[in-house]
């Protein structure tokens, strides 16, 4: 039996991160959207950083005018990003943990031990009319909060997985592997939609996109790189191909 098609979501900050190195307009990353967009991305993600180090503020409204597929933004729980993503109106928050010195996002947010700060802080954008997403390591504890505090989905970090070399410890990867597996099935259980991001490639993303429980891939440093390669439509391409043959 076929499962449902998986989504792709595609993460276009590292477009802006080529843009800010020389602090003018191009490349554009609206202009990424759109062409995601038309190479069939499902969905377009951009994370505003507190630091805008690549995504800014006048993007994100740029981004959600010029495109039709749903735009996923991705904040820190804080009061001037809750305020921003109540003026943008995005299809989707997905609440993501930041540090100012991490190179990228390093680990999944602490739900269980701040539910009350998060419960209160997704409420708004839920009324609001957006998909609220916790993003999160695969931990039972965190799954279990994250269904506590009404968030409907779930996008787990599968960076720990990813970031395995192919010549490096097999069973630790397959230990983390299974912790993914295990962990979509539990979020299943409680009613929540699962996701996955970070750090996904052609050569990793088989044996995720294969987890039936998984609706939603979001991808981004892979896609943008090869982008540079062989285009961002080609890119998208290829990936979709795999993602569509694992799910087959
Ligand atoms: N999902 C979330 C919540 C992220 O924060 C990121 C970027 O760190 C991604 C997906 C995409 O990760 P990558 O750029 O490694 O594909």
Known sequence: ??????????????????????????????????????????GITAHLREDRRHIRDADMAAIKGAISIPLNFELAATDEMQAIAL????????VVPER??????????????????????????????????????????QI???AQIGAPVVEFHCGAYCDFDSDGD?????????????????????????????????????PIAALPEVVELNIGHFLIGEA??????AALAEMRRLMDAARA
């Open 170 to 206: 097999i069973a630790a990867r397959d230990a983390e592997f299974a912790r993914l597996s295990d962990g979509a099935k539990r979020a299943a259980d409680l009613g929540l939609e699962v996701h996955m991001g970070h750090g996904l490639n052609y050569q990793n993303v088989t």
């Open 228 to 233: 540079l390669f062989i285009g961002l439509p």
């Open 1 to 42: 039996m076929m499962a449902d098609p998986l989504r792709l979501g595609v993460n276009i900050d590292h477009v802006a991160t080529l843009r800010n190195a020389r602090g003018g307009a191009l490349p554009d990353p609206v202009r990424a959207a759109v062409i995601a967009e038309q190479a069939g991305a499902d």
């Open 87 to 94: 003026a943008t109106q995005p299809h989707a928050v997905c």
């Open 100 to 141: 100012r010195e991490e190179r990228t996002t390093e680990g999944g947010l602490e739900v269980a031990a701040d539910q009350n700060r998060l419960s209160h802080f997704i409420a708004p954008l839920r009324d609001a009319g957006s998909r609220v997403s916790l993003f999160i390591a695969p931990e039972p504890a």
């Open 144 to 146: 279990e909060a994250a």
